[in-house]
């Protein structure tokens, strides 16, 4: 009689204990329901579990929002010319990408923004309609961090006539346009099909030291030299607008059938090859030495 109270007591425990572990399971299930979670600046300054903030649902804005106040202190700054002077931008296009890869906005732009030098800025290139302005609007996280850091993050509206004609990030790459209106001469471009790792070390810093027009990753191509583009990149503006200007003097511009970053590449090591030869001064294109180190920033 006993041994079978005993059994129906620990039965009773156990329910018990079971009962409580599903209630508080909900409850915090429900807490984090109505919170958006924002890693910034701790109070020490420092990234990571110290700077996790647990922000209402009620506080976020759209980017839609805050997008149109930046553009009118954009528009302030180029009307009077002043503002803040990047020695360098990291600039990227948002485009009609899928909602999937859209979702991964936020991390993209914090992980360069923290991985780029402090005096440089970074440029977010978009149409401001369609699925390129829902991939802002859905993406809490890049207002926040867009408040948070006004004077270092800039958003450019790609004009009409220039998304029509050059739909593919790869042509809008190639136009001149885009780096007419890049922020400044030193642009480190990237996408979010590759990630600047913090723990290198080799820093941005140690490639701008190299002084080059143009280096990307390590790549098969050329024997190495010049790298692959496709998924970042680091390129000198001036250099980029006088190799449009080179091709189209000869009727021979970007057509879209190969990557605008090959096609850079090409023109810059025919210019060289052409233009300056037997001269010491020429395009400053990366060696295969120069693109290993680059890749392993």
Request: hydrophobic fraction near 40%; charged fraction near 20%; glycine fraction near 8%.
């Amino acid at each position: 009689m006993s041994t079978s109270s005993s059994c129906t007591s620990a039965k009773f425990l156990i329910g018990l204990i079971l009962f409580q572990w599903i209630c508080i399971s909900y409850l915090l299930f429900y807490q984090l329901l109505s919170y958006n979670i924002f890693i910034g600046d701790g109070e020490d300054g420092a990234h990571g579990p110290a700077a996790v903030m647990m922000l209402p649902q009620s506080e976020v804005v759209s980017v839609s929002e805050t997008q149109q106040k930046m553009q009118r202190n954009n528009a302030e700054m180029r009307s009077t010319k002043t503002g803040p002077q990047w020695n360098g931008v990291a600039a990227t296009l948002m485009l009609n990408n899928p909602k999937w890869f859209q979702r991964r906005y936020t991390m993209m732009i914090q992980n360069i923004l923290f991985n780029i030098p402090v005096d440089w800025g970074v440029q977010i290139f978009y149409t401001g309609t369609g699925q390129s302005q829902f991939g802002l609007d859905i993406s809490p996280g890049l207002t926040r961090l867009i408040e948070a850091y006004p004077n270092r993050i800039i958003l450019t509206t790609i004009p009409v006539e220039i998304a029509k004609l050059n739909k593919k990030p790869k042509q809008l790459w190639a136009t001149e346009w885009i780096w007419k209106n890049m922020a400044a001469n030193n642009v480190f471009t990237f996408t979010g099909n590759g990630a600047v790792c913090s723990n290198s070390h080799t820093t941005m810093h140690d490639i701008l030291d190299l002084r080059l027009d143009y280096i990307g990753i390590p790549s098969t191509r050329n024997k190495g030299v010049g790298g692959d583009g496709s998924t970042h990149s680091l390129r000198n503006r001036n250099a980029m607008l006088e190799a449009i200007s080179y091709q189209n003097s000869l009727g021979k511009g970007y057509d879209g059938e190969e990557r605008e970053d090959l096609f850079f590449l090409r023109t810059l090591m025919e210019m060289a090859k052409s233009i300056n030869e037997g001269e010491t001064i020429k395009y400053r294109i990366a060696t295969k030495e120069q693109t290993e180190l680059f890749g392993g920033i």
